[in-house]
Nanobody, 127 residues
């Protein structure tokens, strides 16, 4: 059974940090581009960042310099380190897995390209 299970969400103060994890099971992430998307109430789903199979990364402009995606293929896990958090980062964060050999940027704006989605983890940032 394929699963993506996110963890690490919670509450943080503005300027604080959180680290999200995404544990995959039922498939190997090594050949997938892996991503993080988020959706805030009343807003459209947004690509946060993508890491491709060669560990090249791309981020949406609003998180550049603050968020970092990494992957550990041996542990079949992907991480999202979030620093300098802002209230606008408040959202449900979803881990995604994207098959196919495209540049990371291709997937960032195409949530429909994800083959697998996690159930999400809530991040709430207070000012």
């Amino acid at each position: 059974q394929v699963q993506l299970v996110e963890s690490g969400g919670g509450s943080a103060q503005s300027g604080g940090s959180l680290r999200l994890s995404c544990a995959a099971s039922g498939f190997s992430i090594s050949t997938f581009s892996m991503g993080w998307f988020r959706q805030a109430p009343g807003k459209e789903r947004e690509g946060v960042g993508i890491i491709d199979a060669r560990s090249s990364t791309v981020y949406t402009d609003s998180v550049k310099g603050r968020f970092t995606i990494s992957r550990d293929n041996a542990k079949n896990t992907v991480f999202l380190q979030m620093n300098s958090l802002k209230p606008d980062d408040t959202a449900m964060y979803y881990c995604t897995a994207h098959p196919g050999y495209y540049a990371a940027g291709y997937f960032l704006t195409r949530p429909i390209s994800a083959k697998y989605w996690g159930q999400g983890t809530q991040v709430t940032v207070s000012s």
